[in-house]
């Protein structure tokens, strides 16, 4: 049940016709940019963050001989000529991920990529697809370098000329604030490179990890995250990935977002990273 709460009256004062005036003038009234300006602002954000956003796609081969031929199309294929030569492959699920670095690592959440963890028959993998530096998009196969957990990240190798990537601009989450904007980029329901934006809502907060660990220190946003959004990077105003978005609280029944999201926090994401990257998944998250 909901608390109700009654605010006590103001005191009672005349009338006074209040002049009109423009959402310019208000705007600099209370110390914000110009309306074009700050639109103009978010429009350079995504334009400059979005290359380094990738989407990612678990299939599930029916055969071997069919992975023996979709594996050969993955790495020759460009945007354009992936759906109908699918063959016999299924599409199980979606997700997000960022270029971390020009070797081709993407950073990605471990629940979007977890049946690879566990697959033993060879018949489940990753299609990524990446935009290269001249906007022309690329679809590689990503092989799974390592994975926490704990943390509900994990690492996928792609084989793509470094002159392709645009790795993401790697921020901290130490000093952030609750109120200061932020912006998610993903692939929510298939739809590739979508920009949501709004607050870093709360700080330190504590969300369950696939192994049921808890998550500490996560960071709550109102910046809509959905299904597919899951791996994408969080950024700031500066461009700068801030955090990994990977859970939202839904509507019962619904599937839709309540606005509570969560991402992990990027200084988590540097620490752990680099040393999936070297020495792959720990001894005590391996299946």
């Known amino acids: ?10 005191p009672r004062t005349t009338a006074t016709a209040r002049p009109k005036i423009s959402p310019c003038q208000f705007a600099k009234a209370v110390g914000t940019d110009d309306p074009q300006e700050e639109e103009e602002r978010v429009v350079r954000i995504f334009q400059e963050a979005s290359p380094a956003v990738v989407y990612i796609k678990y299939l599930e081969v029916q055969s071997r001989a069919g992975k023996n031929k979709e594996s050969k199309l993955i790495n020759d294929s460009v945007k354009g000529e992936d759906e109908e030569d699918l063959g016999d492959a299924k599409v199980e699920s979606t997700g997000s991920g960022f270029v971390w670095d020009k070797a081709g690592h993407i950073v990605t959440n471990y629940h979007v990529v977890a049946k690879l963890a566990t697959d033993t028959s060879g018949l489940h993998h990753c299609r990524v697809f990446l935009e290269g530096s001249n906007g022309r998009t690329f679809v590689r196969e990503g092989r799974l370098v390592g994975f926490d957990p704990a943390y509900d990240l994990a690492v996928l190798k792609v084989d793509i000329e470094r002159n392709k990537l645009r790795p993401a601009l790697i921020g901290t989450s130490q000093d952030l604030r609750v109120g200061q904007s932020c912006f998610a980029i993903g692939n929510p329901y298939g739809y590739e490179h979508t920009l949501t934006t709004g607050v870093v809502s709360g700080l330190r907060r504590e969300i369950p990890s696939p192994n049921g660990r808890a998550i500490r220190g996560a960071i709550q946003t109102d910046a809509a995250i959905n299904a597919g959004n899951s791996g994408g990077p969080l950024i700031d105003s500066y461009g700068h990935v801030i955090g990994v978005n990977t859970a939202t609280f839904t509507r019962k029944g619904s599937g839709i977002s309540s606005g509570v999201n969560f991402a992990i926090p990027i200084d988590a994401v540097v620490r ?16």
């Not at 049940?1 to 103001?10: D, E, G, I, R, V």
């Not at 990273?273 to 998250?285: F, Q």
């Open 1 to 10: 049940m909901l608390a109700s709460f009654q605010f006590p009256a103001s």
């Open 272 to 287: 752990i990273v680099p040393s999936l990257i070297v020495n792959g998944t720990d001894i005590k998250d391996r299946f």
